[in-house]
């Protein structure tokens, strides 16, 4: 059974920074892309940033590049995505995906297995 577990989210000031993390079980890590996804209160979930299985491509939503940044540990199971220069709008709850896709992948739909999501939540 896969399990994608999200940790890091928080509380923090605009400009400020967190890191969160995803650990992966029960799924060949490291065969495969995986995805970081964000829904805002009233909003649709939304693509954040994806990173391929190897992890020497990324590509973000034009709204956190250069802000954010995608990584992973294949040796851990573990998914990052490190956010810095937040802001209010980067609130909302993220997700980790995993996909059944060695190359990134951008829709939610190619995505197969999810995580419960951590809060970030960014005060002005």
């Known amino acids: 059974q896969v399990q994608l577990v999200e940790s890091g989210g928080g509380l923090v000031q605009a400009g400020g920074s967190l890191r969160l993390s995803c650990a992966a079980s029960?799924?060949?890590?490291?065969?495969?892309?995986m995805g970081w996804f964000r829904q805002a209160p009233g909003k649709e979930r939304e693509f954040v940033a994806t990173?391929?299985?190897?992890?020497?491509?990324?590509y973000y939503a034009d709204s956190v590049a250069g802000r954010f940044t995608i990584s992973r540990d294949n040796v851990k199971n573990t998914l990052f995505l490190r956010m810095n220069s937040l802001k209010p709008e980067d609130t909302a709850v993220y997700y980790c995906a995993g996909s059944n896709f060695a190359r990134v992948v951008v829709t939610d739909t190619q995505y197969d297995y999810w995580g419960q999501g951590t809060q970030v939540t960014v005060s002005s």
């Open positions: 990173i391929n299985w190897i992890g020497d491509t990324t």
């Open positions: 029960g799924h060949t890590f490291s065969s495969y892309a």
